[in-house]
Nanobody, 125 residues
């Protein structure tokens, strides 16, 4: 089993920055990839950034490209999402997720077996 705990969300003004952290514990050797998803009220949960547990092969949704950065610190078993130039449309609950070696595409929610509890990010104009 793998456990994920997010932190770092909160209120921020447009143009500001936040760094989300996801501490991973348990059977980390079973993890192949990590991702950050977000879900705003009334919308589907969408992937915003993904990478391999080793830290390479990054992916970003077009809506966050150039503003968000995903990174991994395997020594600390932590994945980060650095969010800059935040916009009101970035307001959502952000979730950290992990997928194993035998899983589907990193773009699909169904490919991820493990999820954190979510952390709220609220960007005001």
């Amino acid at each position: 089993q793998v456990q994920l705990v997010e932190s770092g969300g909160g209120p921020v003004q447009a143009g500001g920055s936040l760094r989300l952290s996801c501490v991973v514990s348990g059977r980390t050797s079973s993890i192949y990839g990590m991702a950050w998803f977000r879900q705003a009220p009334g919308t589907e949960r969408e992937v915003v950034a993904a990478n391999r547990w080793s830290g390479n092969s990054e992916y970003y949704a077009d809506s966050v490209k150039g503003r968000f950065t995903i990174s991994s610190d395997n020594a600390k078993n932590t994945v980060y999402l650095e969010m800059n130039s935040l916009k009101p449309e970035d307001t959502a609950v952000y979730y950290c997720a992990a997928r194993g070696y035998i899983s589907g595409t990193y773009l699909r929610r169904e490919s991820y077996s493990y999820w954190g509890q979510g952390t709220q990010v609220t960007v005001s104009s």
